[in-house]
């Protein structure tokens, strides 16, 4: 039994510079490998599911739902 | 709604984390960040760590709470089955805060209450790690990367090592406590089935039994737990969005789209 959730307090500030990141146990705790996440990220296959407001007689653009 | 935003300020808009819905334990390197919204790829890549982790065995089937597991088992499958342990049966559960903010189907679909094997679990487990968590959180806000990912580290490992120590004390208050509940409820049961008559019941427990085996399958199975009365159906308004003045048709369109929600 797992659960997942969300924290959007936990955010972080953009650094002028990537280059002090010093890794010491990269992977090993519970953040996983910096690397490995991202490539997962730019490899995953995703699909949108389709509210009924684009379906049909509505079609609405979805532009608006998110303006 | 800032998370949701990309920002020029913020190049990790937050976390998400995957916990053992029964003790809160962190899984391994399942915390990840997130860059632009809680996004279905940083979930899918959390759990296939935390299975891969944990050793999840396919035996056991897998229970997965998450607030929008509604949306988002929809197209698990397809997004990450090829990464998924063989003839292992993902199962979704909604936590009981959380569920009753969703539409009613979702509450029979999701709730933990009538799933099998789940236990009496609010499946809210996290919300309390986070509250330890965002008490250090704000100080890697401005840290670099590296030095953020290992406070974040630091901080879940130690609270996993606090929930270790404790366990015992805390399963024998737990055990004692289901005890005395589950005498409680045979209780109710049996007073509730004598009211009802066993005709009755019987019927019900058929029911419950079929759709119970039909529930991973087929979730509408589960709605016989709704009730039966008919619901009052809103006023039905004249399609006017065709007709009329353009605030008119915006107005009755915007009341057809709060009825449909």
Redesign the interface.
């Known amino acids: 039994?797992?659960?997942?959730?969300?924290?959007?307090?936990?955010?972080?500030?953009?650094?002028k510079s990537?280059r002090?990141?010093?890794?010491?146990?990269?992977?090993?705790?519970?953040?996983?490998?910096?690397e490995e996440?991202l490539s997962?990220?730019k490899t995953?296959?995703?699909?949108h599911?389709v509210s009924?407001?684009r379906k049909g007689r509505y079609n609405i653009p979805l532009l608006i739902w998110s303006a | 709604m800032?998370?949701l935003l990309a920002s020029?300020?913020?190049?990790?808009?937050?976390?998400?984390?995957?916990?053992?819905?029964?003790h809160g334990c962190?899984?391994?390197?399942?915390?990840?960040?997130?860059?632009l919204g809680?996004?279905?790829?940083?979930?899918?890549?959390?759990?296939l760590?935390?299975i891969l982790l944990t050793h999840v065995d396919p035996e056991q089937g897998?229970?997965?709470?998450?607030?929008i597991v509604c949306?988002y088992i929809?197209?698990l499958l397809?997004?990450?089955g090829n990464h998924l342990p063989d003839g292992l049966n993902v199962d979704a559960a909604i936590?009981l805060f959380h569920v009753h903010a969703h539409k009613d189907d979702c509450f029979y679909r999701f709730a933990s209450s009538f799933i099998p094997g789940?236990g009496i679990?609010a499946?809210?487990?996290?919300?309390s790690l986070?509250s330890t968590?965002?008490s250090i959180?704000?100080s890697?806000?401005?840290?670099?990367?590296?030095h953020?990912?290992?406070l974040?580290?630091?901080h879940?490992?130690d609270s996993n090592h606090k929930k270790m120590l404790g366990i015992v004390p805390s399963l024998c208050k737990n055990f004692q406590h289901a005890s005395e509940m589950s005498l409680l409820s045979l209780k109710y049961y049996d007073s509730l089935t004598q009211q009802a008559g066993h005709i009755v019941v019987n019927h019900w427990m058929a029911d419950v039994i079929l759709a119970e085996a039909n529930r991973v399958n087929s979730r509408a199975a589960m709605d016989i737990y709704a009730t039966k009365l008919e619901k009052p159906t809103a006023p039905v308004l004249p399609q006017l969005y065709s007709s009329g003045s353009a605030v008119d048709r915006w107005m009755s369109f915007a009341l057809e789209?709060e009825n449909?929600q």
């Open positions: 039994m797992f659960v997942a959730d969300g924290n959007f307090k936990a955010d972080h500030v953009r650094q990537d002090e990141n010093v890794w010491l146990s990269e992977g090993g705790g519970m953040v996983p490998k910096r996440y997962f990220l995953a296959r995703v699909k599911t009924w407001l | 800032n998370a020029k300020a913020c190049d990790v808009t937050g976390i998400v984390a995957i916990a053992c819905a029964r962190y899984a391994p390197n399942s915390l990840v960040d997130l860059f809680e996004g279905q790829p940083n979930v899918d890549f959390s759990l760590k935390a897998l229970l997965l709470y998450y607030d949306q929809i197209h397809y997004r990450i936590g789940a679990v499946g809210e487990i996290l919300e986070w968590l965002n959180s704000p890697a806000r401005t840290a670099t990367i590296a953020r990912a290992e974040l580290d630091d879940a490992t789209v449909k």
